[in-house]
Structure formats: C-alpha cells, structure tokens
Nanobody
C-alpha cells in the first residue's frame, strides 16, 4: 500500500502562486509515476500533470495543455515528495487537487492506483 498526503492548498488572488506538495509513504518501491488531478464542483476530474518517479533516471513529465506554461511538476526522491508549482493562477483553476500514484506517466485517472485525500485551491478574482 502507498499513502499519499497533499498539502499547500489555500486561497489566493488571481495572478498569484501556490506550491502543492504530496508526500508518499509505504510501498514506495511500487511507484513508477506520480500525478496531479483536479476536480471542480460539478465537473469531471481533470488531469493536470504527471512525472516519472524513479530517482535513478531523468524525470519524464507530462503537463496538461490547459495549464502548460503556468504549472510545473517536480519531484524530490530523497523526500519521497512530488510538487506542483502553480503560477499565474486563474479563478478557473479553483478545484480540489489530488495527488495519485501509478505504474507509469499516465493522463487517465483510471490508471492510478493510489490517491491522496485532496487539497482545496481557491482562486479569487
């Protein structure tokens, strides 16, 4: 089993920045990639970004077109943590952001086996 705990959400004005963190514990050896998803009220879950997990190789990342250029995903294998740096935030970025673990860099939430509890991000206009 893998446990994921997100942190760093909050309320920010449009144009501001937030950095989300996701700390992994448990059977970390089974993880090959970590991803971020978000879900706004009344909307479907949406892929945000994902990154390969192996500390012995260069990171491979995928970022959704809707946030590319504003959001960056990064990892710190020594801390078993993945980050989502969010800049130039917009009101439409308001959502609950979830961290998830998978066996590869995927964009579908159905291919992720473990999920965190989520952290709320609210962007005011």
């Amino acid at each position: 089993q893998v446990q994921l705990v997100e942190s760093g959400g909050g309320l920010v004005q449009a144009g501001g920045s937030l950095r989300l963190s996701c700390a992994a514990s448990g059977s970390i050896f089974s993880i090959n990639a970590m991803g971020w998803f978000r879900q706004a009220p009344g909307k479907e879950r949406e892929f945000v970004a994902a990154i390969s997990w192996s500390g012995g190789s260069a990171a491979v990342a995928s970022v959704a077109a809707s946030v590319r250029g504003r959001f960056t995903i990064d990892r710190d294998n020594a801390k078993n943590t993945v980050y989502l740096q969010m800049n130039s935030l917009k009101p439409e970025d308001t959502a609950v952001y979830y961290c998830a673990a998978s066996n590869g860099v995927r964009t579908s939430g159905y291919e992720y086996d473990y999920w965190g509890q989520g952290t709320q991000v609210t962007v005011s206009s």
